[in-house]
């Protein structure tokens, strides 16, 4: 039984078809990237799986319990976290406070009494510590996260997605808006993440960034599922190749948009 399936997964809004009948599986301890070019589908499909918004049609299993049209909240709790395009720290409020707030329970997260220097659960504030060491945010710790440049902001995101210990990390473009000089860090950061045992899921803009990560590829075009495979599969796929040139585009003799050789 895989950690995560998905059956014939479909999302409308009004008359657009965002994501239309997806048929996918995610095995534990697996790292599988979705690609495909601006509105293929693949924050949809993110959102859709991590209670985001309601599936029109379709399943969604996660540990072999139907989850799907589950609030975000549950699907958390359940072991199901995920990091935002846009990150989204509590601006005001210090990258260790940040962390430490994710890794609270609900009950103490409603009380704010996770903000105190005192914590009163020693296992959340271990976490936060080895969340700082592993992240590099050490001596960003009582920096308000509102000061932190865009490489900092994702690490901390991240870090703070892995706070209460997922089962399926969800990475939704983690590499947007960062400089060459960071893509091979955080690369090296999240294969480190991946190593530890924890089961990822990317979503990626980036296609080189995304193959260079995976054990698995699926690409979407349109809401639909083109292509499925390890990344060389799905690098030289001509319906792959074909969907980043776009139907009318031709492809310069030799060159693959995805990278490589043609």
Do not use: W
């Amino acid at each position: 039984m895989a950690l995560l399936e998905v059956e014939r997964l479909t999302v409308r809004f009004g008359g657009l078809v965002a994501l239309d009948a997806i048929d996918l599986a995610v095995e534990e301890g697996q790292f599988v990237s979705v690609i495909g070019p601006n509105g293929a589908g693949k924050t949809t499909l993110f959102n859709a799986i991590a209670g985001a918004i309601r599936p029109s049609e379709g399943l969604v299993r996660f540990r072999g319990r139907e989850v799907q049209g589950s609030p975000s909240a549950r699907m958390s709790h359940l072991g199901v976290r995920r990091s935002f395009q846009v990150a989204r720290p509590f601006a005001s409020m210090t990258v260790r406070e940040n962390i430490r707030v994710a890794a609270a329970d609900k009950a103490v997260l409603q009380s704010l009494r996770c903000l105190g220097l005192r914590s009163r659960d020693r296992g959340i504030a271990e976490r936060v510590d080895e969340l700082l060491e592993t992240f590099g945010l050490v001596g960003l710790a009582e920096r308000k996260a509102g000061e932190l440049n865009m490489g900092e902001l994702r690490r901390l995101e991240i870090a703070r997605a892995l706070s209460s210990r997922p089962s399926l990390l969800l990475l939704d473009e983690p590499a947007a808006g960062i400089g060459a000089d960071g893509i091979g860090p955080l690369a090296q950061l999240i294969r480190g993440v991946h190593r530890s045992g924890l089961t990822v899921m990317l979503v990626e803009h980036y296609v080189g960034f995304a193959l260079s990560l995976s054990d698995r590829v699926v690409v979407l075009d349109e809401g639909r599922k083109i292509a499925e495979g390890r990344p060389e599969e799905v690098r030289h796929d001509e319906r792959v190749i074909a969907a980043y040139l776009g139907k009318e585009g031709s492809r310069s003799a030799g060159t693959n948009p995805l990278g490589g050789s043609a």
